[in-house]
Structure formats: C-alpha cells, structure tokens
C-alpha cells in the first residue's frame, strides 16, 4: 500500500502563489508516475499536471504557463509551483501515483492523498 501526504494549500488572492508538496511512503515500485488532480465544489475531479519517472511532464490546458510540477530528488516527492493563480483554481488539490506507467499520463493513477484546499479570491 502507498500513502501520500500532501501539504502547502491555503487562502491567496488572485495573482498570487503558492507550493504544493507531496510525499510518498510505504510501497514503492521501480518506475512511476506521479499526479496533481483538483476537485471543486460541484464538478468532477480533474487532472492538472503529471510527471513521469524520467521528468516528462503534462499539464491541463488551462495551467498552462502559470503552474509547473517538480520531482524531487528521491523521486517520492512531487511538488506543484502554482503562479498566477485565479479564483477558478480554487479546488481541493489531491495527489496521485500512477504505479502502472512510468510517464505523464492523465488517467490511470491508482493511489490518493488526503487533498489539500487552495482558495483563491477575487
């Protein structure tokens, strides 16, 4: 079993920033894939930023630019730099592991974290 910690949410106004981390613990595979996803009240959760093993990333088209995701050294740890933030980023941000795939996929993450609020303000 994995378990992920998120950490770094809170209250910003918009145009600000803010770090979101993520540890890993427990079981752990050779190669994977790890995620950002967001859920906001009264919509589905969705997928904001991956990064594979090697450091390949993919983003949702409307971060774009203002939110970069980061791995660091001991690879179980993903960070997600988010700038430029707007009152539409506000969500519940959630960790995930693709332990299947070792590349920044949108889908098929199998292990979450808690989530962590980000509340943007107009």
């Known amino acids: 079993q994995v378990q992920l910690v998120e950490s770094g949410g809170g209250l910003v106004q918009a145009g600000g920033s803010l770090r979101l981390s993520c540890v890993a613990s427990g079981r752990t595979f050779s190669r994977y894939a790890m995620g950002w996803f967001r859920q906001a009240p009264g919509k589905e959760r969705e997928f904001v930023a991956a990064i594979g093993w090697s450091g390949d990333t993919n983003y949702a088209d409307s971060v774009k630019g203002r939110f970069t995701i980061s791995r660091g050294n001991a690879k179980n740890t993903v960070f997600l730099q988010m700038n430029s933030l707007k009152p539409e980023d506000t969500a519940v941000y959630y960790c995930?592991?693709?332990?299947?795939?070792?590349?920044?996929?949108?889908?098929?993450?199998?292990?979450w974290g808690q989530g962590t609020q980000v509340t943007v303000s107009s």
């Open positions: 995930g592991v693709d332990q299947d795939y070792a590349y920044a996929r949108t889908f098929g993450y199998d292990y």
